[in-house]
């Protein structure tokens, strides 16, 4: 089966919006692969704050995109997928809104874009593929069967990232991750590189209010 018919989901969304935890669970549901874009990204974030890099130094954050080890590792105790940066397991650092935002920072170089497009191309293998981030759906993958825009009200998303967060024991204010969240938005939307939007072909999906479970049959039913 060659890459050109192996069918790909992708679900694009702002931070937040459930994406990660619905392209996880709908990933399991078909039996397909997943690519969690958006821990490449935070990986050469943290990667660039490691080396103490100037993340508006845009030659300097590109070359450490080319340089960066990232590899994904499944837990046998967990089935949790860990992350592996330069042979450290940054799984835990990747979860900060510090790393996120470095993240954001870094996906708006085209440098870096470039360096990791062939590496996120690299998942499309049989039987099929779930593919979340951001640009997955006009970038990456646009010729994807499947194409869902996930999102949320602004206030719904920083309660979810609060509850995330706090249940990892970090230290987090409901207020201040609205409005990193609200700024995060506003960065990824006006960037002139892959700018957030959903794909002319996508679904759009409010997940405000909605239960998991309902999210996750309403993605599964475009798909089957």
């Known amino acids: 089966?060659?890459?050109?018919?192996?069918?790909?989901?992708?679900?694009?969304?702002p931070s937040g919006s459930g994406k990660g935890t619905i392209s996880?669970?709908?990933?399991?549901?078909?039996?397909?692969?997943?690519?969690?874009?958006g821990a490449l990204y935070r990986a050469v974030g943290f990667a660039a704050g490691m080396e103490g890099l100037d993340l508006s130094?845009?030659?300097?954050?590109?070359?450490?995109?080319?340089?960066?080890k990232i590899s994904f590792r499944a837990s046998?105790?967990?089935?949790?997928?860990?992350?592996?940066v330069n042979g450290m397991d940054a799984t835990d650092e990747l979860r900060t809104e510090t790393c996120g935002a470095a993240a954001s920072a870094v996906a708006a170089i085209s440098g870096v874009r470039t360096a990791l497009?062939?590496?996120?191309?690299?998942?499309?293998?049989?039987?099929?593929?779930?593919?979340?981030?951001?640009?997955?759906?006009?970038?990456?993958?646009?010729?994807?069967r499947h194409k869902v825009f996930l999102t949320a009200g602004d206030e719904e998303r920083a309660k979810r990232r609060y509850k995330q967060l706090k249940q990892k024991g970090l230290d987090v204010t409901l207020s201040t991750l609205l409005r990193e969240i609200q700024a995060r938005?506003?960065?990824?939307?006006?960037?002139?590189?892959?700018?957030?939007?959903?794909?002319?072909?996508?679904?759009?999906?409010?997940?405000?209010?909605?239960?998991?479970?309902?999210?996750?049959a309403a993605v599964l039913k475009l798909v089957q």
Not at 61 to 67: G, S
Request: proline fraction near 6%.
């Open 1 to 13: 089966m060659t890459a050109k018919i192996v069918p790909v989901l992708t679900i694009d969304g």
């Open 24 to 37: 996880r669970m709908v990933a399991d549901a078909l039996g397909w692969h997943l690519l969690d874009s």
């Open 57 to 68: 130094d845009a030659e300097a954050v590109t070359r450490c995109a080319r340089e960066t």
């Open 76 to 84: 046998k105790n967990t089935g949790e997928t860990h992350v592996i």
């Open 117 to 144: 497009f062939d590496k996120q191309r690299s998942f499309r293998k049989a039987p099929g593929l779930v593919a979340d981030g951001r640009d997955m759906g006009t970038v990456i993958f646009p010729d994807a």
């Open 185 to 216: 938005d506003a960065r990824d939307a006006s960037r002139a590189v892959a700018p957030l939007k959903p794909a002319a072909d996508a679904i759009v999906i409010d997940s405000t209010g909605m239960p998991i479970e309902s999210v996750v």
